[in-house]
């Protein structure tokens, strides 16, 4: 059974109340509802973390190298920042997958610069709240394919 983490970033916990054109209705206690869902039926073992606060993100991080086999990160407006959060990521030794639900790429031009995608397996981005089953899936996939 894969152990994944995932860690959401400032301001998601607001998802549903504001910004809907951007990021959709949907809240993040349903994502997480989703999520959960996914991971019961695909075996998977799941934590769901969401803080606003810089230091915790770089915590779960190091933590997540103890008993988690892949991290899947929506660092929020940290992804085009946070040098701390870079360097926490590079150090882990699982795999990574950097996720954004809108598509970094065609908006604010501070958007296209990630420090997080260096250092990730992978990127998805754009596919609102279906961006995390996606990452999810993909994690879950890398993960079987290299267990042995
Ligand atoms: O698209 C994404 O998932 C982002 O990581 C979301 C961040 C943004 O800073 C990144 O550039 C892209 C923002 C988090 C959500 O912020 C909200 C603000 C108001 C209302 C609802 C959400």
């Given at each position: ?36 869902e996914y ?22 991080i190091q ?57 990730a397996k ?27």
């Amino acid at each position: 059974m894969n152990k994944i983490i995932i860690l959401n970033g400032p301001n998601l916990n607001l998802l549903g109340e504001r910004e809907k054109n951007q990021y959709g209705n949907f809240t993040l206690k349903d994502v997480e509802k989703r999520c959960i869902e996914y991971a019961k039926k695909n075996e998977i073992e799941l934590s769901f973390f969401q803080t606003n606060i810089e230091g915790e993100l770089v915590t779960q991080i190091q933590k997540a190298r103890e008993n988690h086999d892949g991290l899947i990160i929506n660092a929020g407006g940290y992804t085009h920042t946070s040098v701390a959060i870079h360097d926490a990521l590079k150090i882990l030794k699982i795999p990574i997958i950097e996720l954004h639900i809108s598509n970094i790429y065609n908006r604010e031009e501070f958007r296209h610069k990630s420090l997080i995608s260096k250092v990730a397996k992978g990127v998805v981005c754009g596919f609102g709240a279906e961006g995390y089953i996606m990452s999810l899936n993909a994690m879950n996939k890398f993960l079987e394919k290299n267990e042995n």
